[in-house]
């Protein structure tokens, strides 16, 4: 529900103090020499941040890309909540945006991915009649 969306400003807002406090020397001090109180100062400076893009923003290597995909999610949220799109259309996109970034790849292609997945439908419902007939 598009009234369920937090404050996409605010969230933005709040993905840049984020970097910024994480990027302070004494902040990355403080992480290696006494992580529970880092813990405590992020949960405390932070609280309406998600968890999971706490971690994803935390993940220096692969900074750049995590927050091109959570700004990726902030503008289909945006999206939504000016009702430019539903939140079923946007999260059908965004499932198959990553589908083509992780999955289909693994399996040569959107089209091998649905040809393995009949193939193991195939196979799991033989192996459930010859189950059922050996009853």
């Keep these: 529900m598009a009234e369920n969306i ?5 969230l933005t807002n709040d993905l840049l103090n984020f970097i910024e406090f994480y990027d302070k020397p004494e902040t990355q001090k403080t992480k290696e020499t006494n992580v ?3 813990n405590y100062l992020i949960n405390d400076k932070f609280k309406n941040l998600p968890f999971p893009m706490i971690r994803l923003l935390e993940d220096q ?10 700004i990726e999610m902030i503008n289909i949220l945006k999206n939504v909540k000016s009702g430019q799109t539903s939140l079923e259309n946007a999260e059908n996109e965004f499932v198959e ?3 083509e970034e992780y999955l289909y790849p693994a399996f040569g292609g959107k089209d091998n991915f649905y040809k393995v997945a009949e193939e193991n439908k195939l196979k ?10 050996k009853k």
Excluded: H
């Excluded at 290597?61 to 959570?70: D, F, G, S, Y």
């Excluded at 799991?124 to 007939?133: D, E, F, I, P, R």
């Design 6 to 10: 937090p404050d996409l400003e605010k």
């Design 36 to 38: 529970g109180y880092y």
């Design 61 to 70: 290597k692969n900074r750049k890309e995590n927050l091109a995909k959570i």
């Design 97 to 99: 945006k990553r589908a």
């Design 124 to 133: 799991n419902n033989n192996k459930k009649v010859s189950t059922k007939s």
